[in-house]
C-alpha cells in the first residue's frame, strides 16, 4: 500500500484525495500524539472511575505493554455470549506501523484527509455503563472497551508580515529594494507600499512615484528601471536598485537690444543660467537721458537691480530725454549773467554764462561741474550742473621815490588780490646816491621789506646823496 492509498478492515484500499496526502506528515504526527494521550486517559479513567473489576478480569496494561497489541481480557457475565469488540487499524503513510484501536462504529474524521473506520460495538446495558468524564477538545477517551473520539484540527501558521525584522514563518523568499536620487533637494520619492526595511516578498508589486521641485524637471530612471514617466510599479523577482535622476531647469534672460537713451548690462552675462541664479540688471542712460523704469519681467526704478531667475525672462527699460537744472554761486560775492535764466533746461541745450565781479574784485575761476579761468563758459545741459563764479577783493599799491630821480622801487605801483603778500625792493640811482629808510605802510632801513595787501597801501624810499669828508 502507498502514501496515496489507506486500507480498510475489510481490506478494500480506497485512494486518498490531493488534500489529505499533502496532510500525512502532518497528520501522522497527531495521529500518534491522540493515541499517546488515549493510553494515558485509558489508564487514568479505569484507575478512577471504573471501581472493583469482575472476577478474572486483568488490569488496564501501563508502561511498554500500552503500546503494543492488548492481550485477551475476560468478559464480563453480562457481555459473554456477545460477539467480541473488534479493532480498528489506520494507516498513515508507507512505513507507519499499524495501530489497533478499540472505536465506536463510527467514522470520525481526525484531520483533513485522513478517517478512522472502526468495526462495531456492543451496546452496553445503562446499568453497566459508568459515567464518562469529559476530556479536553482532541482528546480519546477509553473506557469499558468503549471508544470515544473528536476531531483535532490543524492550525497552519502564518506567514509574518514584511519588515518585521524576523525571518518568514513560510518559504516565501524576500528581495531587497534600494531607491536613489540624484540629489533630495531636487525632488521627492514616493514608495507604495513601503517597507522600513527595504525588503518585499516575492513577486510583489511596488509603485514608486517621483514629484520634481519647482525649477527642477525629472530625467528618468536608471539601474532596474527605465523611461521618463514619474510613475512606476516594479515586481519583485529579485534584488533591484533604481535611480531617479533630477536636474535644475536653466532659463535665459532677453533684454532690449536696441533701447532709444540708454542700454542694458547684465552681470554675469551668460547664455542661461539655473533657477534660482541672481543676476544685476543696470540700465545706462545715455547722454542726456535719464533712466525712467523697467518693463517686462521687472518692475520698479532701482538701478541697478537684483533679479532672481526663476523662468525665462524678458526685460526692458524706459528712458527719457532729460530736463535738468543748472545752478549758479558766486563767491564771495559778484554776479553771473545766463543766456537762459531762471528755468530748468531740457537735455541737450547750450547755456552761456559770464562771471561780472562787483567793484574793488576781480574774477578767478569757475568750479564745479565746469572748471574754467575765463569769465564766459558755455554749458552742455545732458544732467543736472552746478557751476560757482569765484571772485577775489583787490586792493592797490603805490609806491614812492624821494627824491625823485634818486631811485627806483620795484614792484611798482599796482592792484594785488586781497592777502597777497608783495616784496618791495629800493635800488639808487647812482654810486654817489644811498638808500635812507621807507616811508608809508612800511618803514625801515633794509632796501628790501614785505608788504601784505589787506587794503590800499603806499610805500615811499626815501634816498641821499653820499657824503664824502674832505681831504
Partial sequence: MTKSEVRMTNGERRPLSPVAQASLPVNACLALLVFVLAASTFMAATAGCEGPRASGERAAPTGAEATGPEPARQQPDSQRGQRPVSSATMTVGRGDTPQPVDSQPVQTPVSSGVAVEASPTPTATPSETPPRTPAAHGAVIIAHETIVTTPIPLVTPSPRAPGSGSAPATDTAYYSLIIESTNPHYGDITISPYSPSNRYPKNAAVTISVAPKPGHEFQGWRGNAAGKVTTITVVMDGDKTIHAGFSRKSFKLTVAPALRGGVISISPNLRSYDYGSTILVDARPQQGYLFKSWTGDASGTQNPMPVVVEQDMNIGAVFEKGVFNLQTKVNPRGFIDSSSPGVP?????????????????????????????????TITMDSNKSVTA????????????????????????????????????????????????????????????????????SASAYFQPIKYPFQ
Fill in 390 to 457: 569765484n571772485f577775489v577783493r583787490i586792493y592797490t599799491l603805490s609806491t614812492f621815490v624821494n627824491p625823485p630821480g634818486y631811485g627806483t622801487v620795484t614792484p611798482a605801483s599796482g592792484i594785488y588780490d586781497e592777502g597777497e603778500e608783495v616784496t618791495l625792493t629800493a635800488s639808487p640811482s647812482g654810486s654817489s646816491i644811498e638808500f635812507v629808510e621807507w616811508a608809508g605802510n612800511v618803514t625801515g632801513s633794509n632796501t628790501t621789506v614785505k608788504i601784505t595787501m589787506n587794503s590800499d597801501k
Fill in 345 to 377: 533746461q531740457e537735455s541737450g541745450a547750450r547755456v552761456t554764462l559770464t562771471a561780472r565781479p562787483p567793484d574793488n574784485h576781480r574774477f578767478v575761476s569757475w568750479t564745479g561741474d565746469v572748471s574754467s579761468n575765463s569769465p564766459a563758459i
